[in-house]
C-alpha cells in the first residue's frame, strides 16, 4: 500500500515533468522557426492558426499519419530501436533537475518533495551517463540505415559527441569542486543569496571559463549549429535520420529539442544558479507570502532556460557550420586545455579558500 | 576562431588580436547584427496567397490569342510564331477560310505551356497582333497535360485577359492589312 502510494506519488511527478517538457519542445520548434525568421527579416509560419502559433499541432499530426518507412537492407531491430534510444536518454535526465526550491510537502503521509523527481547523490553523473547513450542512438541511427549520408552522419556524430562530452564533463568538474557535491539540489543551494553567489561569478575562482566551454561544448553535443555536422543538410541531406520518416523521425526531433531544454536546464542549475533569483531570497517571501515563493523561484529557473534556449537559436541564425577539422581541433586543442587549466586553478583556489 | 587568410604574409597578432580572439569578438559582432534585425522587425515577406506583388507594366504572363471587336480571329495561320519560338511551344495547322480561296486562318493551334519560356519572340514574330501575353500567372494544375492548350483553350484566355479588342485591319493601318484581300474601299495598289 505504502509502496503503491509512493509509485503513484513518483508516476504523478514524472507524468508532469514530461508533459512541460513536451510542452516546452512543441513551444520551441515553433520558437525557433519564428525567431530565425524574425531575425532573416522573415514571418516564419504565418499560415495555422492567428500568426502561426497552431503550427506544432500540425506538424505533430502530419508526422504521426505519414507513413512509416523502413528502408530495405535496414538492420530491422536496431533502425526501430535507435529512435527510442535516442529520447529515452534525453527525457530520463529531467529526473534530477530541480525545478524549484528544495522542500519538502506532507502528502498521503509521505514526505515528498514537489520540484524534484529524484534527488539522487551523483544527479549530474547521471545526465552525463545518459548523455553519452543517446549518442549510442545517433550512431545505430545511422548505421541501421543502410545509406551512406546516414553512416557518415552517424560517424560524425560518434566522433562528435566523444570529443565534446570529455569537455562538457571537465568543465563541470570545477563546479563541483567548489560546492563539494555531484546533486544538482545541493549544488543549487550552494548558489543561493544573490548572483553574486552563482557559480559563473562566484569567489573564490569564478567559473566563467568554465561556463564558455560548457555552452559551446552543449551547443556541440546536442548537435546545433554552428556544429550541426552529423545532419548537415548541404552535404548529408539530413545525416543520422536521412531515411527516417513519420513518428521514428518525429523521435528524433523530440530528442534533440529534448536536449537543448535539457543542457539549458543543467547549464542554469550549475553556473546561474538554479531557481535562485539574483537578489537575496525572494521578493515574494519578503512581502510575507512565504506560501507562494516557490512561483518565483520556478520563474527564474524558466527565465535561465529560456535564456539558452534563445541563445541556441541566435547562434543558429548568426554562425554558419565548421568544417570537421576546425570542429575537431577546437574541441582538443582549444576547449579541453581550457577546461583542465580551469580544473586545476580551481582546486588550488578551493583549497586555499574553501567555501 | 580567426581564419588564416592564405594570401597575406603572416603576422605576429597583437595583443588586440588576442582579446578579440578570446572575448569572441567576431562572433559577438555576427550575434549583435542578427539581434538589431530581431529587434527592428521588419518583414519583407509578401504573404502570397493572401497579397500578391504589384506586376510590372511590361509583364509577360500567360499566352493568348486575341480576336477583333466583331469576334473574328485574328490569327492568319502564317506559322511565323512557330518559326519563332525557341523551345517549340507553338504547333500552328494552317488552313484556307472556306469559300474565300485568298484567306487563311489556324485550323488547329496547340500550345505547350510545360515548355514555354513566356520569352514573348512569338508575340514580336506576329505579323498581325494575333497573340497577346496576359498577366495571369497563377497557372499550377494538377495533371500537366492540362497545359497543352489547344486553340479554343487559348482564345478564351484572350477574351478574358483583352476585354478592349482591336478594330478589323483593314479600319486601322492600311499599310499592314496586305492579309486581308477585303479593302475594296481603299485605293489598289499599281503595278
Not at chain 1, 532573416?40 to 492558426?49: A, F, H, I, T, W
Request: charged fraction near 15%.
Amino acid at each position: 500500500m505504502e509502496i503503491g502510494l509512493r509509485l503513484a506519488v513518483s508516476l504523478a511527478q514524472i507524468a508532469a515533468v514530461m508533459g512541460v517538457v513536451m510542452l516546452t519542445v512543441m513551444v520551441l520548434t515553433l520558437a525557433e522557426r519564428k525567431v530565425l525568421g524574425w531575425m532573416q527579416d522573415r514571418m516564419g509560419p504565418m499560415e495555422v492558426g492567428p500568426y502561426g502559433v497552431l503550427q506544432p499541432i500540425a506538424d505533430g499530426l502530419k508526422l504521426f499519419f505519414k507513413e512509416d518507412i523502413i528502408p530495405a537492407g535496414a538492420n530491422k531491430f536496431l533502425f526501430t530501436l535507435a529512435p527510442i534510444l535516442a529520447l529515452v536518454p534525453a527525457m530520463i535526465g529531467f529526473a534530477v533537475i530541480p525545478f524549484g526550491p528544495t522542500m519538502t510537502i506532507e502528502l498521503f503521509g509521505m514526505q515528498v518533495k514537489p520540484f524534484v523527481i529524484s534527488d539522487i547523490n551523483i544527479g549530474i553523473l547521471y545526465i552525463l551517463a545518459f548523455a553519452s547513450i543517446g549518442a549510442y542512438g545517433i550512431i545505430l541511427g545511422g548505421w541501421s540505415s543502410n545509406s551512406k549520408y546516414s553512416l557518415l552522419g552517424g560517424l560524425r556524430s560518434a566522433a562528435q559527441v566523444i570529443s565534446y562530452e570529455l569537455n562538457v564533463g571537465l568543465a563541470i568538474v570545477g563546479v563541483i569542486l567548489l560546492s563539494g557535491s555531484l546533486s544538482l539540489v545541493k549544488i543549487t543551494e550552494a548558489q543561493s543569496g544573490g548572483f553574486w553567489n552563482w557559480f559563473i561569478i562566484a569567489l573564490p575562482f569564478p567559473q566563467i571559463f568554465a561556463f564558455v566551454v560548457y555552452v559551446i561544448s552543449s551547443v556541440a553535443e546536442t548537435n546545433r549549429v554552428p556544429f550541426d555536422l552529423p545532419e548537415a543538410e548541404s552535404e548529408l541531406v539530413a545525416g543520422f535520420f536521412t531515411e527516417y520518416s513519420g513518428m521514428r523521425f518525429a523521435f528524433f526531433f523530440i530528442a534533440e529539442y529534448a536536449n537543448m531544454i535539457l543542457v539549458s536546464c543543467v547549464a542554469a542549475a550549475l553556473f546561474l544558479g538554479g531557481w535562485n533569483a539574483p537578489y537575496p531570497g525572494t521578493l515574494l517571501g519578503h512581502l510575507g507570502l512565504d506560501a507562494l515563493a516557490w512561483i518565483e523561484n520556478v520563474v527564474w529557473f524558466a527565465a535561465k532556460v529560456y535564456f539558452f534556449l534563445f541563445l541556441f537559436f541566435w547562434l543558429r541564425a548568426t554562425l554558419p557550420r565548421l568544417r570537421y577539422d576546425q570542429l575537431m581541433r577546437f574541441g582538443w586543442k582549444v576547449m579541453l586545455p581550457i577546461a583542465l587549466g580551469n580544473i586545476v586553478l580551481t582546486a588550488i583556489a578551493a583549497y586555499f579558500f574553501p567555501r | 576562431m580567426n581564419v588564416a587568410i592564405t594570401a597575406q604574409p603572416k603576422r605576429k597578432p597583437s595583443f588586440s588580436d588576442w582579446l578579440k580572439t578570446l572575448t569572441f569578438y567576431e562572433l559577438l559582432v555576427g550575434m549583435k547584427a542578427t539581434l538589431k534585425h530581431l529587434l527592428n522587425y521588419k518583414p519583407i515577406t509578401l504573404q502570397y496567397p493572401h497579397e500578391k506583388r504589384l506586376l510590372p507594366e511590361n509583364y509577360r504572363g500567360m499566352l493568348a490569342l486575341l480576336r477583333y471587336d466583331d469576334g473574328t480571329e485574328k490569327c492568319v495561320g502564317c506559322d511565323l510564331c512557330e518559326a519563332a519560338c525557341p523551345s517549340r511551344v507553338i504547333r500552328v495547322v494552317s488552313g484556307e477560310v472556306p469559300g474565300e480561296p485568298t484567306k487563311r486562318y489556324s485550323k488547329e493551334y496547340y500550345m505547350d505551356m510545360t515548355r514555354c519560356l513566356f520569352c514573348g519572340l512569338c508575340v514580336d514574330a506576329c505579323p498581325v497582333d494575333a497573340l497577346g501575353m496576359t498577366r495571369e500567372f497563377e497557372w499550377a494544375v494538377y495533371d500537366k497535360r492540362q497545359l497543352h492548350l489547344n486553340k479554343q483553350q487559348l482564345l478564351a484566355i484572350g477574351d478574358r485577359a483583352y476585354p478592349v479588342r482591336e478594330k478589323r485591319l483593314e479600319l486601322q493601318h492600311p499599310n499592314v492589312a496586305f492579309f486581308n484581300v477585303t479593302f475594296k474601299h481603299l485605293p489598289q495598289k499599281e503595278h
